[in-house]
Structure formats: structure tokens, C-alpha cells
């Protein structure tokens, strides 16, 4: 079993930024990728960042050039730089972790950009 602790969230002014962490602890070592999804007010979650254990990295196309993904192995931990933050950026943000047998979800953690 793997269990997730997200951290970092909060509110924050538009244009301005937070960094989410992700802390992996139990049976981590067979990880094969770690990221994020987020779902905002009536809306399903979408997938956001992910960073693989081969060291690639994916954007959903809306926080390109926004949001980093970065991820301390020794630590097993992924982080989630959010740069120019907009309204749009709502949401709770889920941390998940892919192993070879299955997905782990955080509990998430509430980012809300005011205008």
C-alpha cells in the first residue's frame, strides 16, 4: 500500500503563486510515475502534470509555461510549481501516484485564485 500527503494549498491573489508537495510513504518502490490531477466546482477532475521515472514530464495545455512538475526520487516526492495563477486555476488539486499494479490518489489539497 502507498499513502499520499499532499500539502502547500491555499488562497492566493491572481498572478501570483504556490508550490503543492506530495509526499509518498509505504510500498514506493515500484513507482513508475507521480502527479496531479484537479477538479474544480461542478466540473470533472482533469489531469494536470504528471513526471515519470524515466524523467519526462506532460502538461495538460492550459498551465504550459505556468506550472513545473519536478520530483525528489530520494525523498519520494513530487512537487507542483504554479506560477501565474489565474481564477480558471480553482480547484482541489489531487496528487496521484502510478505503481505497476495500480493507482493511488491523495486526499487533495483546495487552491483557490482570487480575482
Not at 509518498?24 to 489531469?47: C, V
Request: aromatic share 10%; hydrophobic share 30%; with cysteine.
Amino acid at each position: 500500500q502507498v499513502q499520499l500527503a499532499e500539502s502547500g494549498g491555499g488562497l492566493v491573489q491572481a498572478g501570483g503563486s504556490l508550490r503543492l508537495s506530495c509526499v509518498a510513504s509505504g510500498s514506493t518502490f515500484s513507482i513508475t510515475a507521480m502527479g496531479w490531477h484537479r477538479q474544480a466546482p461542478g466540473k470533472q477532475r482533469e489531469f494536470v502534470a504528471v513526471a515519470t521515472s524515466g524523467e519526462t514530464t506532460d502538461y495538460v495545455g492550459s498551465v504550459k509555461g505556468r506550472f513545473t512538475i519536478s520530483r525528489d526520487n530520494a525523498k519520494n516526492t513530487v512537487y507542483l510549481q504554479m506560477n501565474s495563477l489565474k481564477p480558471e486555476d480553482t480547484a482541489v488539486y489531487y496528487c496521484f501516484l502510478n505503481s505497476r499494479d495500480q493507482t493511488y490518489w491523495g486526499q487533495g489539497t483546495q487552491v483557490t485564485v482570487s480575482s
